[in-house]
Structures are given as structure tokens and as C-alpha cells.
């Protein structure tokens, strides 16, 4: 069961820690924005097929094109035209590609120009005499690079300066300045990239399944040699184009270039017997392995509305592209709940590289490495192999670790030869394998095991969307999925988004043919939700529930080696899908539209899931999973996993809806937020069966979208939001048994302190986003009876914070620590939804860390304050005092006695800590706080990629402040938005004696990396720190 209880810090006995994590959104940090003065439109080159078969889908596919360039937004693109060579008079070997219009920016006046030469194409006169997609392929990449052309430069309708020769269309193109050559005998092209921040896109739209000859096949491979490009031959499915160059070029192009240029292909009325089976094959292969994606279009609809719909979703996606700068592999979830024994879970999403909503994802398990240093035990993270995982220059995890679940180097596979990524040279072709894993997010571990099994033999669970009383089968023969939930257009589609959500490969992504097999990406992202590994014990050991954005919340064998009956170490055993989240599923089946981005105004917001932290309540075989959903919703979720295999549905509460309270389990719950706040168990001597406790669960009412606001008009408007509320339920059967209100949204976890002895609950803290904190009484009265009282008021300099005034946040949990004389708070203030510049509501607040002395048993305790803070009955800042970050004077014990705590402020302007802003929850180990903090730094136009900010980890004396070390904060490796810290102890192996010996950790105080581990040492006697509040789920 969840049990409190006290011990003197320097006592041998200590067992977990647990700490909450809670984080515009706070994605965009990792996605990044285009500098504001950016001149790095995207270059975009499109690859028109003119054979001479053209005739066909000749009118169609002209009308789309000038349509869509017509359509495109002013000076937003720059646009080219290359075509295949064609014969006749003034067009010299070699055959290959020609530019006919160079890449230029798409203003008012070009677009109409374009719009102009593509509407007097003809279908006659501008024929190609066959296929040279290779060649092309190669000479688009000639053209990107500025280097010397191969066939486009003794063609008659190149684009060089004063051409006049063909249409006046054509013409008046060339009249323009940026010609794609200077002049009629220059071969070298003039490079239209002018910074290796643009981004560049390659767009081919096909006119029948081409063939190249197998001269210009050979000769197109020579060419990709002597480039530096790989020529070994991609399989394909059928076969029958797989000699052809044109994927090849497109990987070379993609990955390994020094300009990366990203293919996109149209297949214009695929041809669906014969050779035009394999020529789809290779479109397929040129968009996969050019980081692109594949269209297939009938020409026919609609006068060629099909590829306009293509073409403006290319465009769409580019144009969110240039938005996106950042595909660092982020980790964000950090947990050893639940277990002592030596695991560690990283939860693990990488932002998609287009913004398209399905990002990469997995759950990675790591350990601890002793090793021993002046006879202290030293902690480090550490892999599989027992090699350190932790690459301090990047903060993330080394090159070549590979952690527990993925398959060590005796066997290496070539999953990934479709998407080589990584950089451990130490393994020969370590790219293609899921061996290493290392930092490369989709690579083994859960995602590796996950895609071993077969999508029809998945144990995936739903419930009925109308009542949700019991699990059934997410599957095709479940009536209760219907076309209408999941938005699909025919019975086909909803076979097919089913099988997809299930895992089947129904798109081919890695075009090796067979739809049958798991796809690549079935893993999802793991954004917010944290996980929470339980240990059965016996045979069974450890289990791990986490949420990810495939839709799943996810459960699977947490052990190191062990099976749990058939299942294999990191093998899911069952997963669930949430009824309310069957909409979204064929938005990331379709990966589009793009996710909203700060710079990308008019698309939609990122979907997700199960996004919140999954919690347990273990009492001897007893266990039962609480599921939230953060951004994914406004539920909460509670399973009878006691057979971990074998789950059941006990309830759910809450709201279906995002936008509205219709289908509220309960009226009075239809004031839920967005469910951020972890349920956590407790038990009070008020709350019984007979004379046996009943566990409870507590949590916070939640978040509110109107938080989201990030402009000077958006200041402190969320006065009336959803959210404001403080839930308790029976822990077994979800009976609502008290709501208790608040000012603001409580958005944290809320944080229960209980009797040493007996283990029952008699206080409870919350905070909420408008920087107030709260103490909720429970001792032996029942529920309805509890109280609960504003005793903190930190918002803004007085205890009121009129509207359009910048307020404090409170978005995480207090810490609370207990001493002989008072309760000790520990919070930072700060909104981790908005972590840049631009985000007025964040960067024009002062925020602070908090130290409050709280006397629950003492009445006249905040009475006293009434003369600091506005005749109040709390504390404000006034209450407290201020201790400069960087100063090396330390407070007197007079000035802390004088004072109900300490504050240490943030946000002078021109200082150091200007626009900082705490963005972890706190965590107290012998003396030591530990937080850490983010400050946006303004984007330096000339240096490509995300700007991912200052990351700073305090490590303080809770008592009064005091640096731990030399100074009271240290920069983290890679920037960013760390996780919260965890800490508690961990049993390890002497690195010595080799014997078990137990021993406190942290993950979250090390400047190396968010994820490295250390073992503190205390910086009080018991004389000074009695005694501190733990939470641990008993095993």
C-alpha cells in the first residue's frame, strides 16, 4: 500500500523519493521557429516526367501545377521547373535532366510568370524521347550544389541569361535575373542556395512507369560514386524497376549530402499490372529513402484535383519544414517508481523533422554503475553492457550504448536499412541495425520488441464509447468503432486505420513490400507521460505502464531478462486504447496535417493521448493502475492489474470532451481541466471500513487551455478557469467523495504528508497557476469534513494580481519536507507551456524558488502576517526573504528566524537571470534541493537548427539557500527543458566487495545530463534536519 513515514536523514533506512513532472506548448521549444528575420525560404525544385507519352495525363497535370503555383504564398517559396532533355535542334547529348526554370523566389510578379510558362507547355513540343529519372535525379542534385552540369547545358530551353529562344512564356522567364546559368556556354550552374539553413525539396511528378536504359543507369550510378553516394542497390517489391538509380540518388541526396535535399514523388495514374507495379515500387523507395512521402493520384479526378491536393499538401508541409529545425532526441520522462531494484526508464520522443503529428517514440531501460572514489560510492547511468551511457557534450546518451531489451552485436540485423541513422563507428553498419540503439529514439528497446510481433496476435483493449463499464477488443469486428468516431470516410478506410492503429504496415513504410508485418513507426512518442514500473515479486518481477501517442497506454514486462510467462523481457503485454481518442487516430494514420508551430499559424495542434503520469496503488497481490491523460484529455482512467496479464476495467471519470462538458461521468466533475495532476493514493483514519482504511485518490483539478495565451494581452486572463477544483475518490470503486476549491488551476500533483507511525495521511499542499499555495487537513475526519486554506499568496509583489499583470505560476507539486518545527515547501514558479522569447506571458514575470515554513499546528501561524501582506492571513513576499543566486553572503539565523521562509527571485532585467524560469518540480535529499530552470537566449540567425535555450540544475540547503559546491547552479548540457528530478535508494552491487549494499540516489542534479545519476552526500546533522516527509509504493 502507499505508506508515509519519518526517519532521521542519516539513518540507513530510506526507500523512495517520488517526484512529480508536469511541463504556447512546451514542444515548441523543441521544434523551434524560423529566426524573425530569416531569409532562408525553402528551395524547391519540381521534376516534371515529359515523356512522350504524355498525351494522357498531359492537361491534368498542367492545370494543377498552375493552379497550385497561382495559390502559393507570396515570397514564402522559391520555385524551379527541371524537365527531362529532349532531342531535336539545339538539344546535345548526354540525356539526363535541364532546368527549364530556374529556382526563384515565388513574389507576385514570378508567380504569375510560372503560372504562365507552365500553362505553354506543350504536349508535342516539349516531349521527352523516354526515361532518365537516375540522370535527372543526379543533375537535380548538380543544380542544388552549383556545380558543373551534366546534361542540362546544351539544351536549347535551359534557363540561362538572355535565352530567346522558344515561347514568350518561356522568355520572359529567362529575362529574369537568377538564371539557373549565366550565360549560354557556361556548364556550371549558378547555386540557389544561399545558406545552409534553407531547406531544399525535390518534387517529381511521374508520367508512367519510365524505364531507364541501362546505359544511363550506369551511367547515373558513376555519377552517384563519384559524388560520394552509395550505390548499393535498394531492394524493392516487385523488382522490376529496382535497378533503376532514382532512390538511390534521392538516399544519397536525403542523408549524406553536404546540401540535404529532401524528394517528395507523385504517382500519376500508377499503372497496377506489369512494370508499372515495380515503377510504384521505386516512387515509393525515392519519397522513403529521400525523407519525403509518397502520393498516388488519379489525373482524372476533377481535372486534376488529385495532384493539386498533393501538390498543396507538398507545399503545406515544406512550409512547416522551415518552421522546424530540431530532430535532437529529447528525453522526458525519467522513473524508478514503484521498485528498488537497479532500472531506470527513459521515456523518449523525437519531434518530426516536417511537423507532421507522428513522431518517433520508445520506453529504454538503463542502470546504475557503481564505482568507488575516496571510499564513496559514485553513481553513474550506465547501459547494458555496463558501459556509461551519458554523453556530457550532448547531455543525452552516448553514441554506442545500447540499452536493456535491444540485441547485443552477436546479432545484428538491418531492420533500419531503409533509414540508416547513427554514429557509433565502432560497429561496422551499426546504421542499419537496432544495435546500438544509443541516442537514436526508435532504435530498439520497447519500439524493437514491439515491432518483433504480429499486429493480429496484439492484445489491444477498449471500451464501449457509450457506457465504458468493461474491456473489449480494439479490432475490425468491434461494431462499436464506428466510420462516424473514428472520422474515416467508408467501411475500407475504417478496416485499414484499425489495422494500422493495431500496428500493421498498411502504408509500407519501409517499401519493402509487405503490408502484413508491424510497421516502423508503431511506437509512438512519450511527450509527458511518465511511467510506473511495479514489482510483483516472485515469477512475474517487474511491470512498466506508460502512455504514448500511438494512442496507447501501454504495459510491458519490465525486467532486465526475465520472462513473464510467455513474454519475453520488454514485451507488451496488453495495451489500451481511450474510446474519446478514436478521432485523432486517422489524423496520425494520414501523418498530416502539420502540428501547430509558433511560426506556423494556420495549422492544428499536436494530437495526444494518454499523455499524463500513470500511478499504482500496490497492497499485498492487489494492484490498480490510474491512468491521466494531460494534453490527451480530461479522464482518468483505473485498471485491476493485480494479474498483470489479464487486466480489467474498474471505472473511469471525468469528460470526453476537450471543448465541452457533454458525456461528464458525474455533474459535478464537469469542472476538470485537462487531466495533469497524477492521482495519488492515500489513506486517512476519517475514511474506513470498520476500523480498516480504505485508500482514496487526490489530485488536482487540472489544466486549462486559456493558459495557453502567450501575448501582452493574454496577462493573467484566466481568472474564471476549469480546473480550480481539488478531486478526491474512492480509489476503488471512483466514488467522488469531496471537491475542495481553489483560486486557479491546479495543475500539479498534489502532495500528501503522513503520520511516521501509522502511515495515514493528516495533511495534504497543492499550488495553483495563479502562485498560490494551499493546505488541505485531512486528520480523522471523513472526506466531505476535510478543509483547506490559502497559506501562501506569491503571484505578484502584493497578494492580488490585478488583470493584465504578468502572474507567477505554480505548475508543479511543492516538495514538503517535515522538521521538528515546521513544514518545509520547497516550489519554483515558472510556465514550462511557454519556453520562448516570444511569449510575452511568461518572459515579462519575475519568477522565483520558494523556501515556506509552514506551522499546521499553530493558529496565530500566518494570523501573524496580516500586517505584511495586506491584512491576510497567509504569507506573501513580503513574508519572505530574498536571497541573490549569485551572491556568496549567506543569511544569519537571525534573518531566517525573522522571516516564515526564503525566496531566491529570477528576472531582473540585464542580469544573468533575466526571463529565467523554474520549469521542474523540486525534490529534498539530506539537505539538498535540487530544480532545475530554463531561460529562452535570442536565436543567432547565422547557426542552424533549434535554439534550445539555458538549462540550469540548483542544488541548494533548503534551509537557507546555500550553494552545494561552488556556486548554487551550474549550466546543463544541451539546454532544453529537463525532466524533474527523482531520487530515493537503490540497491546495487559493491563495486568491490561485490556485495548488495543500498544507497541514496538523484537523477536530475548532475550538470552532464538531466539523465545521469549521482549519490549525494549530506550537507546537515540530525541536529539541524530531523526528519523528512517519503512516498513509496510498497512492495
Known amino acids: 500500500m502507499l505508506t508515509s513515514f519519518k526517519k532521521y536523514l542519516l539513518s540507513a533506512v530510506i526507500l523512495a523519493i517520488i ?194 536504359n541501362s546505359a544511363d543507369t550506369s551511367t547515373a550510378n ?46 500519376v495514374d500508377p499503372i497496377t499490372t506489369g512494370q508499372g507495379l515495380g515503377f510504384t515500387a521505386l516512387l515509393k523507395s525515392m519519397a522513403n529513402q529521400g525523407k519525403g512521402k509518397y502520393f498516388s493520384v488519379n489525373s482524372s479526378v476533377n481535372s486534376g484535383s488529385q495532384i493539386a491536393d498533393a501538390l498543396n499538401q507538398i507545399f503545406a508541409e515544406i512550409l512547416a519544414v522551415n518552421s522546424v529545425f530540431s530532430s535532437a532526441s529529447l528525453p522526458v520522462s525519467v522513473n524508478t517508481q514503484g521498485t528498488y531494484l537497479n532500472q531506470i526508464f527513459v521515456g523518449m520522443f523525437r519531434p518530426d523533422a516536417n511537423a507532421n503529428p507522428r513522431w518517433a517514440g520508445n520506453l529504454k531501460q538503463y542502470q546504475f554503475k557503481p564505482s568507488l572514489t575516496n571510499n564513496k560510492i559514485e553513481l553513474n547511468l550506465a547501459d547494458a553492457d555496463s558501459a556509461l551511457a551519458i554523453n556530457k557534450n550532448t547531455g543525452f546518451i552516448t553514441q554506442c550504448a545500447r540499452s536493456f531489451w535491444t540485441p547485443g552485436t552477436a546479432n545484428l540485423d538491418n531492420y533500419w536499412s531503409f533509414a540508416p541513422q547513427g554514429s557509433c563507428t565502432a560497429i561496422a553498419n551499426s546504421e542499419q541495425s537496432n544495435t546500438p540503439d544509443a541516442d537514436i529514439v526508435e532504435k530498439g528497446a520497447a519500439g524493437y520488441l514491439l515491432r518483433a510481433i504480429n499486429s493480429t496476435s496484439r492484445t489491444v483493449k477498449t471500451c464501449d464509447p457509450a457506457s465504458c463499464t468493461g474491456l473489449t477488443n480494439f479490432d475490425d469486428a468491434n461494431t462499436s468503432i464506428t466510420q462516424s468516431l473514428l472520422g474515416v470516410a467508408n467501411s475500407t478506410e475504417r478496416t485499414n486505420v484499425i489495422n494500422w492503429v493495431r500496428g500493421k504496415d498498411i502504408k509500407d513504410e519501409n517499401a519493402n513490400g509487405n503490408i502484413a508485418e508491424m510497421r516502423p513507426s508503431v511506437h509512438g512518442d512519450i511527450v509527458h507521460s511518465r511511467p510506473v514500473a511495479v514489482d510483483y515479486g516472485g515469477s512475474t518481477g517487474v511491470v512498466v505502464f ?157 489544466y486549462d487551455t486559456c493558459e495557453d495565451g502567450s501575448g501582452s494581452s493574454d496577462l493573467n486572463t484566466c481568472t474564471a478557469p476549469k480546473g480550480n477544483k481539488i478531486f478526491v475518490l474512492d480509489a476503488n470503486s471512483g466514488t467522488l467523495l469531496t471537491t475542495l476549491s481553489t483560486d486557479r488551476s491546479v ?185 532545475s530552470t530554463h531561460t529562452p537566449v535570442p536565436t543567432d540567425p547565422s547557426v542552424c537548427g533549434s535554439n534550445l535555450g539555458l538549462a540550469r540544475v540548483y542544488n541548494l540547503g533548503f534551509m537557507n539557500g546555500r550553494s552545494v559546491g561552488t556556486t548554487r547552479y551550474v549550466p546543463i548540457a544541451g539546454g532544453g527543458l529537463p525532466p524533474s528530478p527523482v531520487a530515493g535508494m537503490v540497491t546495487i552491487t559493491h563495486p568491490t566487495t561485490g556485495q548488495n549494499i543500498t544507497v541514496p540516489f538523484v537523477i536530475g542534479s548532475s550538470p552532464d545530463s538531466p539523465l545521469e545519476g549521482t549519490s549525494p552526500s549530506p550537507i546537515v546533522t540530525p541536529a539541524h534536519y530531523k526528519s523528512r516527509a517519503y512516498w513509496y509504493l510498497q512492495q
Open 19 to 212: 517526484s512529480t513532472a508536469s511541463v504556447a506548448e512546451d514542444i515548441d521549444l523543441f521544434t523551434g521557429v524560423t529566426p524573425p528575420n530569416s531569409t532562408d525560404i525553402p528551395n524547391i525544385l519540381i521534376v516534371l516526367d515529359n515523356t512522350a507519352n504524355w498525351n494522357t495525363a498531359f492537361t491534368n497535370e498542367v492545370n494543377a501545377l498552375a493552379t497550385v503555383l497561382s495559390g502559393l504564398k507570396v515570397d514564402k517559396f522559391r520555385v524551379g521547373l527541371m524537365m527531362f532533355t529532349e532531342t531535336g535542334s539545339g538539344n546535345s547529348n548526354p540525356d539526363g535532366g535541364y532546368v527549364r526554370a530556374a529556382i526563384r523566389l515565388m513574389d507576385n510578379t514570378n508567380k504569375s510568370l510560372y503560372q504562365n510558362l507552365v500553362n505553354s507547355l506543350d504536349k508535342v513540343g516539349d516531349k521527352s524521347n523516354g526515361g532518365k529519372l537516375g540522370l535527372t535525379m543526379a543533375e537535380a542534385y548538380y543544380y542544388f550544389s552549383g556545380a558543373s552540369a551534366y546534361a542540362g547545358h546544351n539544351k536549347a530551353k535551359r534557363d540561362y541569361t538572355d535565352n530567346t529562344t522558344g515561347t514568350s512564356a518561356s522568355k520572359a522567364v529567362y529575362a529574369l535575373s537568377g538564371n539557373a546559368l549565366s550565360s549560354a556556354s557556361d556548364s556550371g550552374y549558378e547555386n540557389p542556395v544561399s545558406s545552409g539553413c534553407q531547406k531544399n525539396f525535390v518534387i517529381y511528378i511521374s508520367n508512367g512507369a519510365v524505364q531507364d
Open 222 to 267: 558513376s555519377k552517384l560514386s563519384a559524388a560520394g553516394g552509395n550505390t548499393a542497390q535498394i531492394a524493392l517489391s516487385p523488382s522490376g524497376s529496382q535497378s533503376g538509380a532514382g532512390d538511390e540518388w534521392a538516399r544519397f541526396m536525403a542523408r549524406t549530402a553536404s546540401t540535404k535535399i529532401i524528394t517528395y514523388t507523385i504517382d
Open 546 to 702: 506508460y502512455g504514448a501517442s500511438d494512442g496507447m497506454l501501454h504495459a510491458i514486462n519490465g525486467n532486465q531478462s526475465s520472462s513473464i510467462g510467455t513474454y519475453t523481457a520488454g514485451s507488451e503485454l496488453w495495451s489500451f486504447v481511450a474510446p474519446e481518442h478514436y478521432g485523432q487516430f486517422k489524423r496520425i494514420y494520414d501523418n498530416s496535417p502539420a502540428i501547430t508551430l509558433p511560426s506556423v499559424g494556420d495549422s492544428t495542434a499536436k494530437p495526444y493521448f494518454v499523455d499524463g503520469r500513470i500511478t499504482a496503488y500496490k497492497s499485498n497481490s492487489t494492484v490498480w493502475v490510474y491512468a491521466t491523460q494531460r494534453r490527451g484529455g480530461r479522464m482518468i482512467y483505473a485498471f485491476d492489474v493485480s494479474t498483470p496479464t489479464s487486466p480489467s476495467l474498474k471505472w473511469r471519470q471525468g469528460c470526453p470532451n476537450l471543448i465541452n462538458d457533454t458525456g461528464c461521468t458525474l455533474a459535478s466533475l464537469s469542472s476538470i481541466g485537462q487531466t495533469w495532476s497524477a492521482a495519488v493514493s492515500l489513506k486517512s483514519s476519517g475514511y474506513v471500513s470498520g476500523s480498516t482504511p480504505l485508500p482514496m485518490l487526490i489530485f488536482g483539478g487540472g
Open 747 to 931: 495543475v500539479g500533483d498534489v502532495t500528501v504528508v503522513s503520520n511516521n507511525i501509522t502511515g495515514l495521511a493528516e495533511y495534504a499542499y497543492a499550488a495553483d497557476t495563479g502562485g498560490n499555495v494551499y493546505r488541505i487537513t485531512i486528520g480523522s475526519s471523513a472526506p466531505s469534513s476535510w478543509t483547506i486554506m490559502k497559506i501562501a499568496s506569491l503571484g505578484c509583489s502584493t497578494t492580488s494580481c490585478p488583470g493584465g499583470v504578468a502572474n507567477r505560476k505554480f505548475m508543479f507539486s511543492p516538495e514538503v519536507v517535515v522538521t521538528p518545527s515546521y513544514n518545509v515547501i520547497l516550489i519554483g514558479s515558472g510556465d514550462r507551456e511557454h519556453p520562448l522569447l516570444s511569449h510575452t506571458t511568461t518572459t515579462s514575470v519575475d519568477n522565483a524558488f520558494f523556501m515556506i515554513k509552514d506551522k499546521p499546528s499553530d493558529a496565530t501561524w500566518w494570523s501573524s502576517e496580516t500586517g505584511n501582506c495586506q491584512s491576510l492571513a497567509l504569507a506573501c513576499i513580503s513574508s519572505l526573504l530574498a536571497i541573490d543566486p549569485d551572491s556568496t553572503i549567506l543569511p544569519t539565523d537571525a534573518q531566517l528566524e525573522a522571516k516564515k521562509g526564503w525566496y531566491m527571485p529570477f528576472g531582473a532585467a540585464g542580469t544573468t537571470h533575466d526571463k529565467e524560469q523554474v520549469v521542474t518540480s523540486a525534490i529534498a535529499v539530506l539537505g539538498i534541493v535540487t530544480f
